[in-house]
């Protein structure tokens, strides 16, 4: 059985940093494409950041690209969301998801397995 849990959120002030880290267990930890994704109090779960299993590839939400850093270390089953310049509106709780393909996807549907979140609270 896989499992995800990730770690590394808290609160942080406007304009600070965070790294949030996902552990996946399992063996097809270095096929597995990884995301995460996020869900703001009252708004539906949208995607932030993807990365292929190799880590060639990498997609990034608009609102986060140049903040946001997607990164993986597959000898250590784990991947990686550098947060800087943190804003109010990245108040959510990080969920991160994996799926055995190939690519990056944000169809939340094509993940198989889920971690439970990390919360980020970004006080202004």
């Known amino acids: 059985q896989v499992l995800a849990v990730e770690s590394g959120g808290g609160v942080v002030q406007a304009g600070g940093s965070l790294r949030l880290s996902c552990v996946v267990s399992?063996?097809?930890?270095?096929?597995?494409?990884i995301a995460w994704y996020r869900q703001a109090p009252g708004k539906e779960r949208e995607p932030v950041a993807a990365?292929?299993?190799?880590?060639?590839?990498?997609y990034y939400q608009n609102s986060v690209k140049g903040r946001f850093s997607i990164s993986r270390d597959n000898a250590k089953n784990t991947v990686f969301l550098q947060m800087s310049s943190l804003q109010f509106e990245d108040t959510a709780i990080y969920h991160c998801?994996?799926?055995?393909?190939?690519?990056?996807?944000?169809?939340?549907?094509?993940?198989?397995?889920w971690g439970q979140g990390t919360q980020v609270t970004v006080s202004s």
């Open positions: 990365i292929t299993w190799s880590g060639d590839t990498t």
């Open positions: 998801a994996a799926g055995s393909f190939h690519g990056v996807r944000t169809d939340q549907s094509q993940y198989d397995y």
């Open positions: 399992g063996p097809s930890f270095s096929t597995q494409s």
